[in-house]
T-cell receptor, first 112, second 115 residues
Framework: SQQGEEDPQALSIQEGENATMNCSYK?????LQWYRQNSGRGLVHLIL?????REKHSGRLRVTLDTSKKSSSLLITASRAADTASYFC????????????FGKGTKLTVNP | DTGVSQDPRHKITKRGQNVTFRCDPI?????LYWYRQTLGQGPEFLTY????????KSRLLSDRFSAERPKGSFSTLEIQRTEQGDSAMYLC?????????????FGPGTRLTVT
């Protein structure tokens, strides 16, 4: 079963705008990760945030984590057409194996 | 190329046939994972290995599925008596077990179509 639920399921924006995607999960986690997947391809790791962290930055990416609400958000600033992809949050459960439990993803389209 | 590779990239088979996929992880990585992804869904965990030991199997992995990593390097995933419901992208990932690293590196996937 899938742990996370991303919101929205699809997002369409113009180049230069910011894109925000949200993820909710159900059980206690060790860490939460965001991955990007271009159409029909493998996944690329973007950023990891640990359960004791609240915010993390990497380039144009900003991730927040609220463990009390069991939710995370991914912000992509100054979007580019090349950011068009599906974005997935994935959790590593606390006390469990290191397998990733993915949500259903947000399909982001950045229009030039 | 030091990334994760998978072979074949595409496989079309008839219902009832057996298929085998191969995954070559990043060479120094000791953990190897298999996931399955259907259209419009996120990947779902199937199984993972630490070196040659299979440490966990999902309930999704029916008795028609078997995975091996005989020498702790490459891995194979075999599906026997394929069914149309097995049609999916099969993703392999690898990682290096360290104290604080959980990042997984994914291969391009093998897309299976069962007709």
């Amino acid at each position: 079963s899938q742990q996370g639920e991303e919101d929205p399921q699809a997002l369409s924006i113009q180049e230069g705008e910011n894109a925000t995607m949200n993820c909710s999960y159900k059980t206690s986690i060790n860490n939460l990760q965001w991955y990007r997947q271009n159409s029909g391809r493998g996944l690329v790791h973007l950023i990891l945030i640990r359960s004791n962290e609240r915010e993390k930055h990497s380039g144009r990416l900003r991730v927040t984590l609220d463990t009390s609400k069991k939710s995370s958000s991914l912000l992509i600033t100054a979007s580019r057409a090349a950011d068009t992809a599906s974005y997935f949050c994935a959790t590593v459960l606390q006390g469990g194996s290191e397998k990733l439990v993915f949500g259903k993803g947000t399909k982001l389209t950045v229009n030039p | 190329d030091t990334g994760v590779s998978q072979d074949p990239r595409h496989k079309i088979t008839k219902r009832g046939q057996n298929v085998t996929f191969r995954c070559d992880p990043i060479s120094e990585h000791n953990r190897l994972y298999w996931y399955r992804q259907t259209l419009g869904q996120g990947p779902e965990f199937l199984t993972y290995f630490q070196n040659e030991a299979q440490l966990e199997k999902s309930r999704l992995l029916s008795d028609r599925f078997s995975a091996e990593r005989p020498k702790g390097s490459f891995s194979t995933l075999e599906i026997q008596r394929t069914e149309q419901g097995d049609s999916a992208m099969y993703l392999c990932a690898s990682s290096l077990l360290t104290g604080r690293s959980y990042e997984q590196y994914f291969g391009p996937g093998t897309r299976l179509t069962v007709t």
